[in-house]
């Protein structure tokens, strides 16, 4: 996921008395793309969990029992526990659709990293 931000300057040119010579509003655009294996890491991190085994945290993580029919809602040994939805681009592209962290005493804000997850739409157990 990417998230960009905007930035704007305004920029004066001055001539040797210090008379304006012309002022130029500057945009820019600055976009900075992560991961969801690094927002997963950080999101955990912040809660001080970290990845079930069950996930693949160093590549894909839209594999394995996070795409397979292994039910994670009431699954101890799955905790925390993500599910993806691999419908994307004729089934070639998978995004999180779940993240599970249920009785593992979280408590605190809601990370930012969150809205790095963008197709995220079920967030529970918290």
């Known amino acids: 996921a990417c998230i960009c931000i905007r930035a704007s300057a305004l920029v004066s040119c001055l001539a040797e008395n210090k008379e304006k010579v012309f002022e130029l509003h500057l ?20 809660w ?3 990845a079930s085994p069950a996930w693949n945290i160093s590549g894909e993580p839209c594999s394995g ?9 009431n699954n101890p040994n799955i905790n925390p526990a993500i599910k993806c939805d691999c419908s994307f681009n004729a089934g070639t592209v998978c995004h999180i659709i779940r993240l599970r962290v249920f009785s593992l005493n979280v408590v605190g804000q809601i990370p930012e990293e969150l809205q790095n997850l963008s197709y995220l739409n079920n967030l529970y157990g918290l």
């Not at 945009?27 to 912040?46: E, Q």
């Not at 029992?65 to 809602?73: H, Q, R």
């Open 65 to 73: 029992v996070a795409i397979d029919e292994t039910g994670v809602d």
């Open 48 to 50: 001080g969990l970290r």
């Open 27 to 46: 945009l820019k655009l600055n976009c900075v793309c992560v991961s969801p294996v690094a927002a997963l890491n950080t999101i955990l991190g912040r």
